[in-house]
Structure formats: C-alpha cells, structure tokens
C-alpha cells in the first residue's frame, strides 16, 4: 500500500511543476484524494457491498469535486489534475501512467449493459474538458486535446483535436516532432507543438527551419569528415547559439531602424 502511495506522489513531481513538497502534495491535491477513495470503493465494488461503494464515491465526489464510479478500474500512477468535474464512468478502463485534467468525462453513449465507456491505454494524456463517450480505444501516448469530443478510436502515439475529434499528429509524424523538439532544444527555445501537422503557421514555418537546419547539417558534416580524411582539421564544434546576443542583435536592429526613420 505505501508503495503505491509512494507511487502516486512521485508520479505529481513529474508531472506538475507546482509540486514542492511530499507535504503539501499528500494533503492539497484532490486528483491524488479521489483516486485513494476510488481504489476501497472498487474493493468494496469487487466484494459486492454495492450500495456502501456507491455512497463513499458520493462522499469522494463531495470533498474531491471528482466523481469516479467505483465500478471503474484505474492503473498505476494514474494522476488527475486540478481535478474538478472529472467524471468516469463504470466500465472506464485506465492504463498506468495516464493524466488526465479538469472537465473530463469518460463516458457512455448507452443505456445498455456491458462495456459502455472509453478504455484508455498506458501514457494517455486528455486536455480540460474533453468528452470521450463510448466504449472507445484511445491508443498508447496518444494525446487528446483541450475540448475535443472523441467518439472514435484514437491510434497509439496520435493527437486529436476538434469537435468531433479528428488526428492532428499522427503516429507517422511522431518521428519527425521528436526530432524538430531535440532540435529546437539544442539551439535554445520551447518546441512545444511544433508538430508537423500543427495548424499555427508560425509553428510550422520554424518546424520547416527546423528540417533545413537539419539538413545543412548533416551536409556539412558529410564535408568536414571528406576534407578531415584528406589531412585537413576543419569542423570542430559548432557554437552555441546565445539567445542574449539574438536579443541585442534585435534591440541594436530597432535602434538602427527608428534612426533611420
């Protein structure tokens, strides 16, 4: 039991930046509350005290704002952020490693019994106040963005956007997003977003830089390696780039300008 406690803790520090303490994470964060309450609410569910399962979830949602029906089964590390109107539905199936913010409904889209509500798989992240309604499949690290309403699967690795949800990201550009990220990191900026499919047209034109930095790249270095192998020493490191000399470079420019007017 410690072990998962220990487990759920950990896994708020990798995901919330706000976290400072194990303190204040065990006593302020109402996700990590409901997900405690739900875990003897579906022991109960599973030991048939129907009834008594269902009052204590009341109670959860009451002092949570979330309301997870006990019937639902929830993996590990699974963190719940913010928290409020987060509603999961009985026959909601959670992976480990899935995070999921406020305003989130899993739910269903029948009155029939049997599997009715959204499974999620391992690494699953939903935006504020998105829907998924049905017994829907939303794939492993897939994404699902902030509003959106999925009504159909969702592939492994994709990101869904929209109403109704459609792929912004698929699995097939992951590669290269995971690629324009590593590279924006080494030259010193955020590529949050810059996916190939983003619809920011500025976010796409730096992705494109992007793949023309890369290509230089590995141009030059084809070229420095042929001179190398010929007795030269060329291409030692390249410089990093400093974001303080790019920001006085655009002051000095602005300066320049405003004289010239």
């Known amino acids: 039991m410690f072990q998962r406690l220990r487990e759920d803790i950990n896994s708020v520090y990798a995901r919330d930046p706000a976290a400072r303490n194990w303190f204040e994470v065990l006593t302020t964060y109402p996700g990590l509350h409901a997900i405690w309450w739900h875990r003897m609410n579906h022991r109960l569910w599973l030991w048939r005290c129907r009834w008594l399962a269902r009052f204590f979830s009341t109670i959860a949602r009451w002092l949570t704002g979330i309301e997870i029906h006990p019937g639902a089964k929830v993996g590990r590390r699974f963190f719940i952020d913010h928290g409020m109107g987060v509603v999961i539905g009985e026959t909601a199936q959670i992976g480990d490693d899935v995070t999921i913010y406020h305003g989130v409904t899993l739910g269903g889209t029948s009155w029939n019994q049997g599997k009715r509500h959204p499974t ?74 810059i996916s190939a499919d983003n619809p920011d047209p500025v976010a796409t034109a730096i992705g494109r830089m992007l793949d023309h930095v890369q290509v230089l790249d590995d141009k030059v270095s084809d070229l420095c390696g042929a001179v190398n192998q010929l007795g030269g020493n060329v291409c030692e490191e390249l410089p990093e780039v400093d974001m303080e000399d790019v920001d006085f470079l655009s002051e000095e420019q602005e300066a320049a300008a405003k004289r010239k007017n």
Do not use: W
Request: aromatic content about 4%; overall charge positive.
């Open 120 to 193: 999620l798989n391992d690494g699953v992240v939903i935006g504020a106040g998105a829907k998924v309604l049905g017994p829907v499949n939303v794939g492993k690290n897939a994404r699902i963005g902030s509003n959106a309403v999925v009504v159909k699967d969702v592939p492994s690795e994709a990101t869904v956007v929209g109403i109704p949800a459609r792929v912004a990201r698929s699995p097939e550009n992951a590669e290269v997003s995971k690629r324009r990220e590593a590279m924006a990191k080494q030259y010193g900026f955020d590529a949050y977003a």
